[in-house]
């Protein structure tokens, strides 16, 4: 008696009587899910093409460590300096008929510029290598600004301004002849750009006590300098 009334609730619904529902078919549900993902992915092809800006980040602060003339690790982050190019470590410029390695002369004009203070980097976006791409500081140093004003690196996308002058200056790798950084890496092929390994204790270390070394002879000139 329970199964004839239960298949009677089944049967009359809403003040109607039915039959029992259809089950769709294989054909329709797949219809259905491929139906759904194409609207998802329509609605992710709009949203990709929206003009947006990123949302900027949280500002990275600290002690700096230069990979190159172009690149920077500050808390075990990686930050590439937006909107410039310097020649990679491997790059060999030529000045006065001799060749130089116009990529650690860039890094060190980098190291120069930060001389042991903070830096302050702020950026929105990464670059392939997962890189931040980032307008850093020194004080009122503007680190980007200034490897391509002193010709130690080349605009990239900003700054092109600034590389004129150097230019006409002979600032730098201007003062000879080399092949722009992405040129070379061109040209060098399957060469990409400095390998970003994060540096030891001991090269943090170096790199202090020579920044410090530096600075005190620099001081020690200027004051013999003037005193004579």
């Given at each position: 008696?329970?199964?004839?009334?239960?298949?009677?609730?089944?049967?009359?619904?809403?003040?109607?009587?039915?039959?029992?529902?259809?089950?769709?078919?294989?054909?329709?549900?797949?219809?259905?899910?491929?139906?759904?993902?194409?609207?998802?992915?329509?609605?992710?092809?709009v949203v990709a093409?929206?003009?947006?800006?990123?949302?900027?980040?949280?500002?990275?602060?600290?002690?700096?460590?230069?990979?190159?003339?172009?690149?920077?690790?500050?808390?075990?982050?990686?930050?590439?300096?937006?909107?410039?190019?310097?020649?990679?470590?491997?790059?060999?410029?030529?000045?006065?008929?001799?060749?130089?390695?116009?990529?650690?002369?860039?890094?060190?004009?980098?190291?120069?510029?930060?001389?042991?203070?903070?830096?302050?980097?702020?950026?929105?976006?990464?670059?392939?290598?997962?890189?931040?791409?980032?307008?850093?500081?020194?004080?009122?140093?503007?680190?980007?600004?200034?490897?391509?004003?002193?010709?130690?690196?080349?605009?990239?996308?900003?700054y092109t301004d600034?590389?004129?002058?150097?230019?006409?200056?002979?600032?730098?790798?201007?003062?000879?002849?080399?092949?722009?950084?992405?040129?070379?890496r061109r040209a060098?092929?399957?060469?990409?750009?400095?390998?970003?390994?994060?540096?030891?204790?001991?090269?943090?270390?170096?790199?202090?006590?020579?920044?410090?070394?530096?600075?005190?002879?620099?001081?020690?000139?200027?004051?013999?300098?003037?005193?004579?």
């Open positions: 008696m329970r199964d004839v009334r239960n298949a009677f609730r089944r049967t009359y619904r809403g003040g109607r009587w039915r039959g029992p529902r259809p089950q769709r078919s294989r054909f329709r549900r797949l219809l259905d899910w491929l139906l759904t993902i194409a609207f998802f992915a329509l609605v992710a092809l093409r929206l003009d947006i800006p990123p949302r900027e980040r949280e500002p990275i602060e600290g002690s700096a460590y230069a990979i190159d003339g172009d690149t920077l690790i500050i808390g075990g982050r990686h930050i590439r300096l937006q909107g410039i190019d310097a020649p990679e470590m491997k790059q060999i410029c030529r000045r006065h008929q001799g060749e130089y390695a116009c990529g650690t002369e860039a890094r060190n004009l980098l190291k120069t510029l930060i001389g042991g203070r903070t830096v302050r980097c702020s950026g929105a976006a990464n670059d392939k290598y997962r890189r931040l791409l980032g307008d850093c500081r020194v004080g009122e140093i503007d680190l980007n600004r200034s490897m391509v004003e002193k010709g130690w690196a080349v605009a990239y996308g900003r600034e590389e004129a002058a150097a230019r006409r200056e002979n600032r730098g790798i201007w003062a000879g002849s080399f092949e722009r950084p992405q040129d070379w060098h092929q399957g060469t990409d750009e400095t390998p970003h390994s994060i540096p030891s204790p001991l090269e943090t270390y170096t790199e202090e006590l020579y920044l410090w070394l530096k600075n005190l002879i620099t001081t020690l000139y200027d004051k013999v300098g003037k005193g004579a």
